[in-house]
């Protein structure tokens, strides 16, 4: 073989090493291609975390016929009965009254009383109206004597309704000051309320020892 021709094989030899070469970059190292075709636009697959045990929401449409989503629905909160409303008035309504009108002083001048008056019954009112013209009358000048009454209970003897009486009997502590017997006793003040005019009104009291 004359030299020449072993020059001209081994450039064909250098050539294919060098194409071959290019190809192997490209094919191992070259941009990877976008794929096409309808697999292109495909969503991933699986499935989605469970809401189970998350408020849910209400949904609805709108005049175009668009989906939308109402506010969270909250669990109901229970109302208090008219019943239950009523009874826990007169049992405020009880205490108040017994503490106000077993708490005075030789100095107040029945002014507790004259403060109830208005949540007397009319006839009530007028008994007490009565009761003070005579204590003042015969009123004591021996020396200072203070009451305060504290009322620790409330409970009806029956049924409470607003088309009838209610009684009701106030467990109270009464703390004296100054006077004859100065301590603490326990009395129950026994009370007969009518609903008049949209409240509770005492149409008597009294006092007993417990």
Known sequence: MSSIVRRILIVLVAVLVVVAGVLAYFRFF???TMPTGPAANTAPTGTLPSSSGLPSASTGTTASGAVT?????????????????LAQQLNIASRDFAERYGSYSSDGDFSNLEALLPVMTDGFAAETRTSISKSRATASTAGFVGVTTRALSATP???????????VVVTAQRTTT?????????????????????????????????
């Open 178 to 210: 100054g006077g004859a017997n100065p301590g603490v006793t326990y009395e129950d003040l026994t009370l007969s309320l009518d609903y008049q005019d949209g409240i509770w009104k005492t149409d008597s009291a009294a006092w007993s020892k417990r």
């Open 157 to 167: 003897t029956g049924p409470v309704s607003v088309e009838s009486s209610v009684t």
């Open 69 to 85: 989503t109402d506010t969270l629905t909250l669990p109901a909160v229970k109302k208090a009965s008219a019943e239950e409303a």
């Open 30 to 32: 070259g941009p990877k």
